[in-house]
């Protein structure tokens, strides 16, 4: 298996970032520490008559009395002198902060990875140790901060920082820790895999299991139903353990490298998933297929981070997978690859077309309708043209399960939820109502308001025409009265 390249340098991409980050810190602090001794080291000898003709110079020497000035200063600089018990702490201090950062300062050859075949009491073990060793170098600086601001009481500190270990950190510090990894090659069977993962996750240690996966077949049993096939997927170990960062991607995912360094660095136990290269398969080629592993659904890229939002959905991010027909399968991924060769045949002589039905066709038809079809995928062609290849149970039951899988992903995350769009769909529904009977409602008001104006126009002619007949005062003429509608007169009966 070649994961190298591929899981060493985002490993080693963090290491380097946390060291500097640590170096920094353990630097800093020990300088502060310094300048607390080069304080106290003035205080006990700065006013002693050779430090005070080197401080003032020798035109000092012959306008003061040195001896005198150095009597009187040292008796009012011994009182601001640090207790002696104090100052061996500061000395021991600086002493590990410097140990700590010529360690830091060294990036390991190799880093704290074990397998998940390792005995599951060694691997919690060693993540103890790694976790401690890390859990020092915070229990420094805490304690070297506390003494740059005096704060530092040994009545209550010594007994708190005398066993300190990683579970005493914070989430902030944690973030800062280098990861212990352990890493798991899968082929075709997850679940004895997932299930030791499940059961070192469960002890809430922030180490990062990590998931190779170079080949996406799985086994089925003989009898599995196609349609909704019963599989343990590690997509969906997030409903199991929602306290665990979960991460599946591939190198083709835009947000490949950002993402796997955050799941790195999270302060909780962490699952990543990660398509991983074949022996001898070359960068190009590998890429291609995750491309393909990505479009066809075959290896959603799945994030789920607990820290991300209080709800549960918005944990969910199926952002970074591409837009993808659901006419691409994943019986259509499988036809380019070799281990899968097996699966694909030739369709039978006298087989009439129309009894040949894509894969994808063929999944949303009933067992009823299924007989007599053959699922077949379409290999291209020299010419451009299509061939088509009957597809195998297991790679349809294979693509019923992902097709299951990624609708079932889309439903968690709220992308695709049936309750969701049956309650945008009344909503929806009510509010065309509410504006067909606005809009209703408003036509009859502007026809209300334009007959009115029709007729207050005619009265208004009607008033000037009687006003020039007449010579009456326009004003004397009522034009409400000229408005009122008169009932039709009858005709008399013959």
């Known amino acids: 298996m070649q994961y190298d390249d591929q899981l060493l340098k985002p490993v080693r991409e963090v290491w380097e970032h946390h060291c500097q980050n640590l170096s920094e ?13 080069r304080l106290d080291e003035h205080h006990r000898h700065g006013h002693e008559e050779k430090h005070l003709k080197e401080t003032m110079g020798p035109m000092a020497g012959r306008a003061l009395n040195l001896a005198s000035l150095s009597e009187v200063l040292g008796s009012s600089a011994s009182a601001r002198c640090l207790p002696e018990e104090r100052l061996k702490r500061i000395h021991n201090l600086v002493a590990d902060l410097e140990h700590q950062l010529k360690a830091c300062a060294r990036i390991p ?112 049993s003989p009898t599995a139903d196609p349609s909704v096939p019963a599989t343990m997927a590690v997509e969906t170990l997030p409903l199991a353990m929602r306290g665990v960062h979960f991460l599946q991607t591939c190198i083709a995912a835009p947000d490949y490298t950002r993402r796997l360094f955050e799941v790195l660095t999270s302060p909780r136990p962490s699952l990543v998933s990660l398509l991983a290269q074949r022996d001898g398969e070359d960068e190009e080629d590998f890429h291609l297929r995750a491309e393909r592993a990505m479009r066809s659904k075959a290896f959603p890229v799945v994030l789920y981070d607990p820290d991300r939002a209080k709800g549960f959905v918005s944990c969910f991010d199926l952002s970074s997978n591409p837009e993808g027909s659901e006419a691409y399968t994943f019986a259509d991924f499988a036809l380019f690859e070799e ?40 290999a291209p062609g020299p010419d451009g043209e299509g061939t088509p290849k009957v597809v195998s149970s297991p790679i349809v039951t294979q693509a019923s399960d992902q097709q299951h899988l990624w609708k079932t992903l889309m439903e968690i995350a709220g992308v695709d939820n049936p309750h969701v769009k049956s309650t945008k769909a009344n909503l929806q529904a009510a509010f065309g109502a509410e504006q067909k009977a606005m809009k209703e409602s408003l036509q009859q008001n502007l026809e209300k308001d334009r007959s009115t104006h029709e007729k207050m126009t005619m009265a208004s002619a009607v008033q000037k025409l009687v006003a020039n007949l007449t010579g009456v005062d326009p004003s004397r003429i009522d034009l409400q009265q000229l408005l009122v509608e008169r009932p039709e007169t009858k005709k008399p009966e013959s």
């Open 109 to 220: 050859d190799g880093y704290p990875i074990m397998s998940i075949e390792d005995d599951e009491e060694a691997i919690h073990q060693a993540a103890e140790d790694h976790l401690d060793k890390m859990a020092q170098i915070f229990r420094d600086l805490r304690v070297a901060q506390l003494e740059v601001r005096a704060k530092y009481d040994p009545g209550v500190h010594d007994a708190m920082y005398a066993n300190f270990t990683w579970r005493q950190l914070s989430p902030s510090e944690l973030r800062l820790c280098p990861p212990f990894l352990i890493v798991a090659e899968v082929q075709s069977e997850t679940g004895p895999v997932l299930r030791k993962a499940m059961s070192l996750l469960e002890s809430r240690k922030p180490f990062k299991v990590v998931v190779l996966r170079s080949s996406l077949r799985k086994v089925y």
């Open 25 to 37: 810190a353990l630097d800093e602090t020990s300088r502060e520490l310094k300048n607390l001794l």
């Open 339 to 378: 281990e899968f060769a097996g699966e694909f045949s030739e369709p039978p002589a006298g087989v009439h077309a129309d009894n040949l039905v894509p894969v994808a066709e063929f999944l949303e038809l009933t067992r009823h309708q299924r007989m007599g079809k053959l699922p077949v995928v379409y």
